[in-house]
């Protein structure tokens, strides 16, 4: 499977708004199915964004259930450069572009330049 980096900024923005976390109920809404949750969710665990736990059937092969707990504060720092959704387009397009496909660190960087020059456009610098 491939990551998807909408699907990353998917369950970190629904984790953020969960009071006390969320598991495959609320991720697995329709909009993806649990094997692209429980992925992206093990990928998000392992890079330190979030405190997670994924549960396989007694092969380890299907995915049964996802808990996230919470985000770390490196998941909050991740989430604070990617959240607006102008930034996120505009970082996706440029990123798209440019290279095609990208690490976590450089999309976070992208989108961090993005919000700049947005923010110095809107100064007028």
Not at 24 to 49: K, M, W
Not at 94 to 113: D, P
Request: negative net charge.
């Amino acid at each position: 499977m491939r990551r998807d980096l909408d699907i990353v900024r998917y369950i970190l923005m629904t984790a953020e708004s969960a009071e006390v976390g969320v598991d495959e109920t609320t991720l697995c809404s329709g909009r993806y199915d649990i094997n692209q949750i429980a992925f992206h969710v093990e990928l998000l665990r392992d890079y330190g964004l979030v405190e997670a736990e994924v549960s396989y059937d007694g092969f380890g092969e299907e995915p049964l259930g996802v808990t996230v707990s919470r985000l770390t504060w490196d998941g909050y720092d991740y989430l604070d450069a990617i959240r607006s959704a102008k930034v996120w387009g505009r970082a996706k397009d440029a990123i798209s572009k440019a290279v095609g496909e990208t690490s976590l660190s450089v999309v976070k960087q992208t989108c961090t330049i993005v919000a700049s020059e947005l923010i110095k456009k809107q100064l007028g610098i």
